[in-house]
């Protein structure tokens, strides 16, 4: 079946540092992918996304590109702030298997200190 | 502004209840979902919903059943809650249009306690 995996957190970074959180996927066809995250006591929302390979998927300064040959969709920002303490979860959607699959993985939590 | 509304922020359940969770949402999506998220594990899926009245098992729905009676509305049921039922419940919807490249929408979640 799909699987997503992320690095493992947390993370804690200093307020203007580069964030990178890692995600590699395995899936049966041909997935779009996507970056959610999840603000303290709130549900996940979507970041950005990509549908097809070296698409580049971007928003609020985060960027991530779909990149086939190495099934990866690395979450990144120049910059970081406090505001973007969350958890992040990276995911996919996939038709491959037959029927629409919706996976996600594990989540990584971002700390970010002034 | 597009809503999915988890019916409780908060509760507090005993051990051998039966528990309801509720979900609705307001943009006439066919696909719902339930997820339970805990630390260290992520979010893993008991049971998905693509239409009225149809459902399948998602990876843990063991102790658990669903309902949808209605499009807009997918209730999640512990038949007899137990504590390693103690979590955060995430409710999401899909649309089938495009299913592939959309966007899924969560509610706020519930975090249920059992005692």
Not at chain 1, 68 to 79: I, N, P, R
Not at chain 1, 82 to 101: E, I, K, P, W
Not at chain 2, 36 to 46: H, K, N, S
Request: proline fraction near 3%; aromatic fraction near 12%; charged fraction near 25%.
């Amino acid at each position: 079946g799909d699987s997503v995996t992320q690095m493992e957190g947390p993370v804690t970074l200093s307020e203007e540092a580069f964030l990178t959180i890692n995600c590699t996927y395995t899936a049966t066809g041909y997935p779009s992918l996507f970056w959610y995250v999840q603000y303290p006591g709130e549900g996940l929302q979507l970041l950005l996304k990509a549908t097809k390979a070296d698409d580049k998927g971007s928003n609020k300064g985060f960027e991530a590109t779909y990149r086939k040959e190495t099934t990866s969709f690395h979450l990144e920002k120049g910059s970081v702030q406090v505001s973007d303490s969350a958890v992040y979860f990276c995911a996919l959607t996939d038709s491959g298997a037959g029927s629409y699959q919706l996976t996600f993985g594990k989540g990584t939590k971002l700390s970010v200190i002034p | 502004d597009v809503k999915v509304t988890q019916s409780s922020r908060y509760l507090v359940k005993r051990t051998g209840e039966k528990v309801f969770l509720e979900c609705v949402q307001d943009m006439d999506h066919e696909n719902m979902f339930w997820y339970r998220q805990d630390p260290g594990l992520g979010l893993r899926l008991i049971y998905f919903s693509y239409d009225v009245k149809m459902k399948e098992k998602g990876d843990i729905p063991e102790g658990y059943s669903v309902s949808r009676e209605k499009k807009e509305r997918f209730s999640l049921i512990l038949e007899s809650a137990s504590t390693n039922q103690t979590s955060m419940y995430l409710c999401a919807s899909k649309s089938e249009t495009g299913f592939l490249n959309t966007e899924a929408f969560f509610g706020q979640g519930t975090r249920l306690t059992v005692v």
